[in-house]
C-alpha cells in the first residue's frame, strides 16, 4: 500500500473492518519526507534493539526494519497488530508486536528482556505525555528517543525556569534526560488532519544529576507545582508530603539547600528540586 495515499489508508481499514479511533489518536503520518526526518533522526545501526510505539499500520515500522532493526512494536489496536504480524511479521525475523495499553506493556518487555537501543514514537496525543512518564520514571533507558507530541506538549517538554510552559512535566523531563526540540510538523502531513501542530522531539536520556529516591522526587515536583500561583511554603502547607514528613522536616530541606521558601516553583532549576528531594531522603 501507498502510506501517503489517504484514499489506500481508508480502503486498507476498510478491509480491516477498522473503523478509525479518534480516542486512539489514530492520525497516520502521510509525508514520506516527514517519515524519514524522523528516522534519520533516530539514526540506528543494523541490529539495533528498536522500540517503536504506536505503530499504526506500519509505515514507519517498515522503513525501520529495511534499515535493520530488531523492531519491537507496541500497539493497542487488534487489527493493527494482526495486519502488521500477517504482513511485515511474515517478511522480517526479527519483527514483534506487542497488543496492549503501551503504559503498561513497555514496563513489562523492560522486565523481561530490558532496554532498547532506541525508542520511536508517532504518539497519541491523549496519552503522549503518561507514556513519557512511564518511560523516563521506570528507568527505560535508550541511546536516543526521538518521539512527536502536540506541539503545546513539546514545548513543556524543553521548557526551563520562569517561563509559562514550565510545568512538573518540565521538570521530570530535565530531571531525567536532555530533550531537544527538532521540528513542526503542520497537521497537512496527517490523515485525517488534527488540529493542531505536531513536533519531534529528541530525547537523550541520562542526567548529571544524582537522584537519591526518583519517587520522591517526582511527588515532590508534582506537590510544588499543585497550585501554580502559590509560593513554594503555601503550597507546602496542607500537602501530601507535610502530613508524612512533617512541616519543620520539609522547610529544613529548603534552608539545608539554601532554596527560598517564599518563591514559586516555577522560579527553581529542575536541579534545585533534585537538591531538596535529595536533602529531604
Ligand atoms: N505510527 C503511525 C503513523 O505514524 O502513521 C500511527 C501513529 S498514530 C498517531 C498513534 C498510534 O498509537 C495508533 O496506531 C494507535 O492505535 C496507537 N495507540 C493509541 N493509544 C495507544 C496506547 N495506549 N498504547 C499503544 N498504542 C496506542
Not at 157 to 175: E, H, N, Q
Request: proline share 4%; with cysteine; hydrophobic share 45%.
Amino acid at each position: 500500500m501507498n502510506h501517503n495515499s489517504p484514499r489506500d489508508i481508508s480502503g486498507l481499514l476498510e478491509e480491516l473492518g477498522a473503523g478509525l479511533k479518534k480516542r486512539w489518536g489514530q492520525n497516520f503520518l502521510i509525508s514520506g519526507d516527514v517519515r524519514t526526518r524522523i528516522i534519520d533522526l533516530l539514526d540506528i545501526e543494523p541490529g539495533a534493539a528498536v522500540w517503536e510505539i504506536g505503530p499504526g499500520l506500519g509505515s514507519m515500522t517498515e522503513e525501520l526494519l529495511e534499515r535493520g532493526a530488531h523492531l519491537t512494536a507496541f500497539e493497542i489496536d487488534w487489527a493493527f497488530v494482526r495486519f502488521l504480524g500477517d504482513t511485515l511479521g511474515a517478511r522480517f525475523e526479527h519483527f514483534n508486536v506487542v497488543q496492549g495499553d503501551a503504559a503498561k506493556t513497555l514496563i513489562e518487555v523492560q522486565a523481561e528482556h530490558g532496554n532498547p537501543d532506541y525508542v520511536l514514537g508517532n504518539l497519541p496525543y491523549s496519552v503522549a505525555s503518561a507514556i513519557i512518564a512511564v518511560l523516563l520514571e521506570n528507568g527505560i533507558s535508550a541511546k536516543r528517543m526521538v518521539v512527536m507530541v502536540q506541539r503545546e506538549l513539546a514545548n513543556r517538554m524543553v521548557a526551563g525556569p520562569g517561563t509559562k510552559d514550565y510545568s512538573a512535566f518540565s521538570v521530570l523531563c530535565g530531571t531525567r534526560a536532555r530533550m531537544r526540540k527538532v521540528f513542526d510538523v503542520t497537521p497537512g502531513c496527517f490523515y485525517p488532519a488534527p488540529e493542531v501542530v505536531s513536533s519531534v522531539v529528541e530525547i537523550l536520556p541520562g542526567t548529571e544529576h544524582e537522584i537519591r529516591d526518583p519517587v520522591l522526587l517526582s511527588r515532590l515536583v508534582r506537590e510544588l507545582f499543585s497550585s501554580r500561583r502559590k509560593t513554594i511554603r503555601n503550597n507546602l502547607k496542607g500537602s501530601g508530603l507535610a502530613a508524612e514528613y512533617g512541616l519543620e522536616r520539609l522547610l529544613d530541606a529548603f534552608e539545608t539547600t539554601s532554596i527560598d521558601t517564599s518563591v514559586r516553583a516555577e522560579a527553581l532549576s529542575t536541579q534545585d528540586f533534585v537538591r531538596v528531594a535529595n536533602a529531604l531522603a
